[in-house]
């Protein structure tokens, strides 16, 4: 695994393949589209980034797909495709179960005790779920970024791990 994750959220993923209704993201002057997010997700590939599909975006982005006005098949076999890689941790997605630790009662608990104050806020549950899949990786020294179109969402992406600097060696 690669030491740079990206978190997909489910506005750029609904971008991403094309769900209709949601083809753009974002505020204009961080516009998301296909085009946007399939050039970045492409170079951050053949960087080795490993991608990342939390659970909410998972089942939000399929709630988007169901209501779609045209092309639902299309995009749930798209989203299928990408559900089988995560779920067989396919490169470049991370292993789903890597998010398990997440779902445990002392999680879920934390979950609850935590959101209200966030929701006072107007962070989702699904966005502060989103939230703790980033928390969870950068704990465990990843670079991570939140691919999202909504500012409130990136505004909680973890810091990036400082580098330590090399000694140099003497000539």
């Not at 934390?110 to 950068?138: C, E, H, M, N, R």
């Not at 020294?141 to 791990?161: C, M, N, W, Y």
Request: charged fraction near 25%; aromatic fraction near 6%.
């Amino acid at each position: 695994m690669s030491r740079r994750v990206l978190i997909i959220d489910t506005s750029v993923l609904c971008c991403w393949l094309r769900v209709p209704g949601k083809a753009e993201a974002g505020p204009v002057e961080d516009r998301w589209d296909f085009d946007r997010i399939n050039n970045l997700l492409n170079s951050e590939i053949a960087k080795k980034s490993t991608l990342v599909l939390p659970l909410a975006t998972l089942i939000e982005t399929g709630n988007h797909i169901s209501q779609a006005g045209g092309n639902r098949y299309e995009c749930a076999t798209a989203l299928a495709k990408h559900l089988r890689e995560a779920a067989n941790s396919t490169s470049p997605w991370a292993a789903f179960t890597d998010q398990t630790e997440l779902w445990n009662p002392s999680s879920l608990n934390a979950l609850a005790d935590s959101w209200p104050q966030l929701a006072a806020q107007k962070l989702s549950i699904g966005d502060t779920t989103i939230k703790d899949v980033a928390d969870f990786y950068a704990k465990a020294g990843f670079s991570v970024e939140i691919l999202t179109g909504d500012r409130g969402l990136k505004a909680h992406e973890p810091a990036q791990p400082l580098l330590t600097p090399r000694r140099r060696r003497g000539k």
